[in-house]
């Protein structure tokens, strides 16, 4: 419960701290990480620290979590919470680090905001940083629990029992624990931190949905290499692997944790991706099919072509074997009979209001393909989606 005091000076105060929030992130990250060099060793994600993604994602959520609180000091925004505690708990963060952060966020407050941050507007704003702290502390010690996991040790060694590619830049990894024991439970629609030692020998951790073996000993993941284009970095990790990681190897992991997981439900149900984005929609089929399921499922997916597109030949497989299953592809080019040209367009596909819809792939995608459910009458609270890194959506809305 944010304080009526403390609501006064943030409500007062949110117009310039917000309008600052970018400048204070940039100055909070580059100051912690020159002093605490450490945490950018299998911590923090070095390449969207360089691009200003996770900046941008830290704002945000602090913004959005200070509105909430002005909205109804009793409540806090249990979708931006759960997300970034299940993103955390995959990273294995600690709560002594958040102490750590707090020191050098509200560091970075004063060097950005000088004068203007008097001791009332310092105790306002810690309150807001602590209230949202210790909701994640409380939420993410859950989610170890549950999980069975040590946060000191959240990491346990996988070995690579078999590797295909799926696409010219997708390959998927069928792994075992290496240790000879059960693997840990999982929900379809979760996913896996991995943490690879680089070149360099700093440790970098990126979080893969398990696109397969979510009920059974093994458990697969399928990693799209990110190639580097103009301004921009190759992705780190997927590069490594696509590279290294080879039938034998060992890889470590996290434990799954996701928030974004098939429910238990007779609705009907809707899959929609786009690009690797398909990779938590086939472990949901998978799933489905393995129960023998017998809701009605739409698996809608766009690529940049056939060739692109990674896990295609299971998806249809697995649809044919549901009992009221339907899958429709859309191509940027060759799509060729029975797949759509162009971009994906729901219009003319008789979507049912009351389904129940997961959402992976870019950004701009899911807000297509969202604004487009909406129009047809799905309401907003049947439309869950997944994204890859840093969540740049949630923290702008909550509908």
Not at 157 to 177: C, H, I, M, Q, Y
Not at 202 to 215: K, N
Request: net charge neutral; glycine share 12%; charged share 25%.
């Amino acid at each position: 419960m944010l304080s009526p005091e403390s609501a006064t000076v943030v409500r007062a105060t949110l117009p310039v701290v917000g309008g600052a929030l970018d400048d204070i992130t940039e100055r909070f990250y580059s100051t912690m990480f020159a002093e605490q060099p450490a945490l950018l060793d299998g911590l923090f994600n070095r390449t969207n620290q360089a691009n200003g993604e996770q900046r941008k994602a830290l704002a945000g959520s602090v913004a959005a979590f200070a509105r909430a609180l002005l909205a109804d000091p009793d409540a806090r925004p249990d979708a931006l919470l759960a997300r970034i505690a299940h993103k955390h708990a995959a990273l294995g963060v600690t709560e002594d680090q958040y102490t750590i952060v707090h020191k050098y966020l509200f560091g970075a407050i004063v060097d950005v905001l000088g004068n203007a941050v008097t001791p009332e507007v310092v105790g306002a704003w810690d309150e807001v940083y602590w209230l949202m702290a210790g909701a994640l502390i409380a939420r993410e010690a859950r989610l170890y629990q549950e999980a069975g996991v040590d946060p000191r040790r959240p990491w346990r060694r996988w070995t690579v029992v078999g590797r295909r590619e799926e696409t010219a830049d997708a390959a998927s990894f069928l792994l075992r624990p290496a240790d000879g024991g059960p693997p840990p439970p999982a929900r379809a629609g979760q996913y896996v931190g991995v943490r690879v030692r680089l070149a360099d020998g700093v440790r970098q951790v990126r979080q893969y949905s398990l696109s397969g073996g979510i009920g059974g000993t093994l458990r697969r993941i399928t990693v799209k290499r990110v190639a580097g284009a103009a301004g921009t970095p190759e992705g780190e990790v997927s590069n490594a692997l696509h590279r290294t990681a080879r039938e034998g190897d060992e890889l470590t992991l996290s434990a799954p944790f996701g928030d974004v997981v098939l429910d238990d439900s007779a609705a009907p149900l809707v899959l929609a991706s786009a690009g690797i984005g398909c990779t938590p929609m086939v472990g949901m089929l998978e799933h489905l099919a393995a129960a023998g399921s017998g809701r009605r499922i739409r698996v809608l997916h766009a690529d940049r072509s056939p060739a692109d597109h990674a896990l295609r030949e299971d998806t249809g497989r697995l649809v044919g074997t549901l009992a009221d299953a339907r899958a429709d592809f859309w191509y940027g080019q060759g799509a060729g009979p029975g797949a759509h040209g162009g971009r994906m367009d729901l219009g003319g596909l008789g979507l049912p209001a009351d389904a129940d819809v997961y959402l992976c792939g870019p950004l701009p995608f899911m807000r297509d393909v969202r604004a487009q459910l909406l129009r047809s009458g799905v309401p907003a609270r049947r439309i869950r989606y997944e994204v890859f890194g840093p969540d740049l959506w949630l923290a702008r809305t909550e509908n």
